[in-house]
Nanobody, 120 residues
Framework: QVHLVESGGGLVQPGESLRLSCVAS????????MGWYRQAPGKAREVVAL???????TYADHVKGRFTLSRDNAKRTIYLQMNNLKPEDTAVYYC??????????????WGQGIQVTVSS
């Protein structure tokens, strides 16, 4: 079983920055994809940034140029750098990984979600 724990969220004013971290625990033999999603109240969960092995990272249009997805293998951590935050970015953010763990097949793993609120 793979567990993902997010951190780094909070309340900021428009124009400020935050960096979300997602630390993975448990055995991961291979990773197929990693990404960040977000969900605002009353809205469906949407992709923010997605990186698939062998392909380039893609970003949602409304965050492109402001958000950056990165990974530190040694620290088993995925990051989402968020710059020039806007009120529209307010949501619960989720870390996601598709990976093969102790089981013989790959599976989807999600973090618990972390609140990001952008307000003046």
């Amino acid at each position: 079983q793979v567990h993902l724990v997010e951190s780094g969220g909070g309340l900021v004013q428009p124009g400020e920055s935050l960096r979300l971290s997602c630390v993975a625990s448990g055995t991961i033999f291979s990773m197929n994809a990693m990404g960040w999603y977000r969900q605002a109240p009353g809205k469906a969960r949407e992709v923010v940034a997605l990186s698939t092995v062998g392909l380039s990272t893609t970003y949602a249009d409304h965050v492109k140029g402001r958000f950056t997805l990165s990974r530190d293998n040694a620290k088993r951590t995925i990051y989402l750098q968020m710059n020039n935050l806007k009120p529209e970015d307010t949501a619960v953010y989720y870390c996601h990984v598709n990976a093969r763990g102790l089981q013989s097949r790959s599976a989807d793993y999600w973090g618990q979600g972390i609140q990001v609120t952008v307000s003046s």
